[in-house]
């Protein structure tokens, strides 16, 4: 029987300002990338996330970013070495705190937004932050783009890689994610999704944007928490997979 991990961006509120559903989306995945305060959450909010996630037995990632709350983490940034190794490990270590309070640790890290995206093919800023996580703990898991060039690199220098692909987001022919300023980059309804993450678990296919069918295998799904149709998709995923005889667990109790 085959098995995924879903997993999510969670803690992502600030203060008074919401940003998504956390308690619908812990009830339904099984890994959380939490957000460390640098594009987005709040110390108590993270918290609240952190022990809900403890309660559940859901395992708790660093949801780790570019030093951009005005911008959501999304604007492309050029931090020196020093800057992006130190950022790294800050946030890994703030999570690990709260983590700790909260009764969980912190099992693996998934980059946000654009450096997530700019890591995966660039090597000189995807170098500093597999040496910020080895700096705090080499046994950390790496969370990245399926078939980016990253995979490789993290994995020569001796991290652990979960590849992931993504329910929501449309795919370039070469793999990569659609640019959020296109239309079509993020897909809305929860039965498509449902269809395509299917045949991905079942057939490690996809269809790009352009109609193409694409190879990607992944070990892990991401639902953004933060489109309003996340829990309708995340529900429907997990539904359509266990129908299907899919196994949904994290790849942290997979490994283990």
């Given at each position: 029987?085959?098995?995924i991990?879903?997993?999510?961006?969670?803690?992502?509120?600030?203060?008074?300002?919401?940003?998504?559903?956390?308690?619908?989306?812990l009830?339904?995945?099984?890994?959380?990338?939490?957000?460390?305060?640098?594009?987005?959450?709040?110390?108590?909010?993270?918290?609240?996330?952190?022990?809900?996630?403890?309660?559940?037995?859901?395992?708790?990632g660093a949801?780790?970013?570019y030093?951009?709350?005005?911008?959501?983490?999304?604007?492309?940034?050029?931090?020196?070495?020093?800057?992006?190794?130190?950022?790294t490990?800050?946030q890994?270590?703030a999570?690990?705190?709260?983590a700790?309070?909260?009764?969980?640790?912190v099992?693996?890290?998934k980059?946000?937004?654009?450096?997530?995206?700019?890591?995966?093919?660039?090597?000189?800023q995807?170098?500093?932050?597999?040496?910020?996580i080895k700096?705090?703990?080499?046994?950390?898991?790496?969370?990245?783009?399926?078939?980016?060039?990253?995979?490789?690199?993290a994995?020569?220098?001796?991290?652990?890689?979960?590849?992931?692909?993504?329910?929501?987001?449309a795919?370039?022919?070469?793999g990569?994610l659609?640019?959020?300023?296109?239309?079509?980059?993020?897909?809305?309804?929860p039965?498509?999704?449902a269809?395509?993450?299917?045949?991905?678990?079942?057939?490690?296919?996809?269809?790009a944007?352009?109609g193409?069918?694409?190879?990607l295998?992944?070990?892990s799904?991401?639902?953004?928490?933060?489109?309003?149709?996340?829990?309708?998709?995340?529900?429907?995923?997990?539904?359509t997979?266990?129908?299907?005889?899919?196994?949904?667990?994290?790849f942290?109790?997979?490994?283990?």
């Open positions: 029987m085959a098995a991990d879903l997993n999510s961006d969670l803690g992502e509120s600030f203060g008074p300002w919401p940003m998504g559903d956390d308690a619908a989306m009830a339904t995945v099984t890994s959380a990338n939490i957000a460390c305060g640098f594009h987005a959450g709040d110390p108590s909010g993270i918290l609240t996330v952190l022990k809900e996630a403890t309660r559940r037995g859901v395992a708790v949801h780790i970013g030093r951009d709350l005005v911008g959501f983490g999304r604007r492309n940034m050029d931090p020196s070495s020093a800057e992006l190794v130190g950022d490990i800050y890994i270590g999570l690990q705190g709260l700790k309070a909260a009764g969980t640790r099992r693996y890290v980059p946000h937004g654009a450096l997530y995206n700019t890591i995966a093919n660039d090597a000189r995807a170098a500093d932050v597999i040496e910020g700096a705090v703990d080499p046994n950390l898991v790496l969370m990245a783009l399926a078939g980016a060039p990253i995979v490789a690199q994995r020569e220098a001796g991290l652990t890689v979960v590849c992931e692909a993504f329910a929501d987001r795919y370039n022919v070469d990569s659609v640019s959020r300023r296109l239309d079509g980059s993020v897909i809305h309804d039965q498509a999704v269809e395509r993450m299917l045949r991905m678990v079942t057939e490690s296919r996809v269809v944007i352009d193409t069918e694409i190879a295998d992944a070990h799904i991401c639902i953004h928490g933060d489109t309003p149709a996340a829990v309708a998709i995340a529900r429907t995923l997990r539904q997979l266990e129908a299907r005889g899919v196994e949904l667990k994290s942290v109790d997979m490994s283990s």
